[in-house]
Every structure is written in C-alpha cells, then in structure tokens.
C-alpha cells in the first residue's frame, strides 16, 4: 500500500472544507426542508461557486436534518423541449436506456420509480435533486418537476435544489410570469 506524502492540498483528490458560504447553503437548505418547502433556488453569476456548494452538500450529510439520498442533474438546452426530452434527460444521466418509441408520462413515472428505489435501498426519508442550469426551465419544465412532486408524495418526500445562472441571457426563472408559477 502506498500513501501520497504531498500536503493534501497538492493532492488531486482534495478534501472536502466547507467555507462560511457553503454553511449558509446548507443551514438555509436544512431550514427549507424542515419547514416543508418543496425547493430552494441557489442564483448567482457564473462560475461563482453555485454548483460546487450544491456538490458539497451531496457529499457531507452533517447538514442533514433527515437521512437523504441525494442527486445531480444538468438540465442540457432542449432543441425540442417537452415532458419526454425532460424525463429522458433525467434516465439517460443516471446510465439508464430509453426507447425512442416511449411514451412521455411512461418515461417520467420511470425517472420517479428511480428515484425512490435508490432513496428507499439508501434508507432516505427525502429525496434531493439537484438541477444544474435551472435558469433553462421553462414554465413547462417546473411543470414536469410538479408531477414528481405529486407522485413521490404518495411514499414520501422530495426536495428540489434549482441552481440558476442569473447572467445566462434570455433563460432564466424571473422570465416566467409569476401566474404560471401558481
């Protein structure tokens, strides 16, 4: 067995120390989540650290107020957005295969039913998942993430981290009118 001498910090595989923002993230996730929020928008300018704060909260559970089987999700720019582009995304991450001939609400239900699978073989009270590039969604898109909402709540819980880029140019949560959120 060898070990690595060089000061962990010259190491390629680093360790993982949380700053003062990284404290906050997890303090105001730990809060949304036990006060029965559904989900916590992170906004900011690129390359700011947004989704490496995320990433950090996958990795430690300290935060945790409930044991939680956690995942990310980078939401690509659609050609052709819809509810199968969107489900499919999410199986097609996670190494699954999707059938070109499958039906959207089919494919969407399968993403949900993996989603609890791996939460209940962890022993999670919640599910959190995390989405990259948020400020991509649509009116249509919070739609599909509503669906997973309303089908996990039947065996449980789930909990949505949106990561948006705020200077990302035409994409973004505050182009959508505020009646097509309700």
Same mark, same amino acid.
């Given at each position: 067995?060898? !070990? +690595?001498a060089?000061?962990?910090m010259?190491? /390629?595989?680093? #360790?993982l120390?949380?700053?003062?923002p990284g404290?906050?993230? /997890?303090?105001?996730?730990?809060?949304?989540?036990?006060?029965?929020?559904?989900?916590?928008?992170?906004?900011?300018?690129?390359?700011?650290?947004k989704?490496?704060?995320?990433?950090?909260?996958?990795? *430690? +559970?300290a935060w945790? #107020? $409930?044991?939680?089987?956690?995942i990310?999700? *980078?939401? !690509?720019? #659609?050609a052709? #957005?819809?509810?199968?582009y969107? =489900? %499919?995304?999410?199986?097609?991450q996670?190494?699954? !295969? @999707?059938? =070109?001939?499958? /039906?959207?609400?089919? *494919?969407?239900?399968? /993403? @949900?039913?993996m $989603?609890?699978?791996?939460?209940?073989?962890?022993?999670?009270?919640?599910?959190? @998942?995390?989405?990259?590039?948020a400020?991509?969604? *649509?009116?249509?898109?919070?739609?599909h @993430?509503m %669906?997973?909402?309303?089908e996990?709540?039947k065996?449980?819980?789930? $909990?949505?981290?949106?990561?948006?880029?705020? +200077? %990302?140019?035409?994409?973004?949560?505050?182009a959508?009118?505020? =009646?097509?959120?309700?």
């Amino acid at each position: 067995m060898t !070990t +690595d001498a060089r000061h962990p910090m010259l190491r /390629a595989k680093r #360790p993982l120390i949380i700053t003062r923002p990284g404290e906050r993230l /997890a303090g105001d996730a730990k809060n949304s989540i036990e006060i029965g929020s559904d989900a916590i928008w992170i906004d900011g300018f690129g390359r700011i650290g947004k989704t490496y704060g995320v990433r950090q909260l996958i990795q *430690t +559970d300290a935060w945790r #107020p $409930f044991p939680m089987y956690m995942i990310e999700f *980078t939401y !690509t720019k #659609p050609a052709k #957005p819809g509810e199968g582009y969107f =489900a %499919s995304s999410l199986l097609l991450q996670q190494g699954q !295969t @999707v059938s =070109a001939s499958a /039906a959207s609400n089919g *494919t969407l239900m399968r /993403a @949900v039913r993996m $989603f609890q699978e791996e939460g209940h073989r962890q022993g999670a009270e919640v599910i959190g @998942v995390a989405f990259n590039e948020a400020n991509r969604f *649509t009116a249509d898109e919070y739609e599909h @993430v509503m %669906s997973i909402v309303n089908e996990c709540e039947k065996t449980g819980r789930i $909990f949505f981290f949106f990561i948006n880029q705020t +200077d %990302s140019g035409r994409f973004g949560r505050s182009a959508i009118g505020p =009646a097509s959120l309700s």
